[in-house]
């Protein structure tokens, strides 16, 4: 079981880095989390998050807060605006609801988004995103207001 665990935890954790640290499924946070290295969110959280490292939330949990850190890889949901210095990467199962705002965006096929999107410049000023492979011709994104982005070729 724990074995089973370990595997899940490290399938979600960016390439080379470790977990230091997992909220569990059963766990229900309130408040201010800050932290240094890599934390998990398995479960539910409900506050504010600052740190200087990576946070995953998993598949299945529930965050409601503003995050700000350095590198982000949503599994879950996020309710709350995110704010990656590094990276932001969007597995299948993740659901942001909320603005985003990093220099680096991943995004799998499946993800819901549901806010304002800025994509900031890297300092030699190129753009740095990396959309994963569509799953038709077709792509269709909706944002807040209802309007709806229509691209009749495939990103590449």
């Known amino acids: ?4 665990f370990m595997n899940q935890v490290a399938a979600t954790a960016p390439a080379g880095e470790t977990i230091d640290t997992v909220l569990g499924a059963s766990t229900h946070v309130k408040g ?19 740190a200087g490292g990576t946070l995953v939330i998993g598949e299945g949990s529930i965050v409601n807060a503003n995050v700000r850190v350095a590198r982000v890889v949503v599994a879950g949901q996020v309710h709350g605006d995110i ?23 991943q995004l799998s096929r499946g993800v819901t988004l ?41 990103v590449g």
């Open 1 to 4: 079981m724990l074995k089973k």
């Open 32 to 50: 201010v989390l800050t932290f240094e290295g890599s934390v998990r969110i398995d479960g539910k959280f409900d506050g504010e998050i600052s």
């Open 83 to 105: 704010a990656a210095t590094e990276s932001l990467e969007v597995q299948p199962t993740g659901r942001i609801y909320g603005d985003i705002q990093t220099p680096e965006l």
């Open 114 to 154: 549901e806010g304002k999107c800025v994509i900031n410049r890297k300092p030699d000023g190129s753009l740095a995103v990396n959309i994963g492979e569509p799953q038709s011709p077709r792509a269709q994104a909706s944002g807040r207001d209802g309007n709806t982005l229509r691209v009749a070729q495939n």
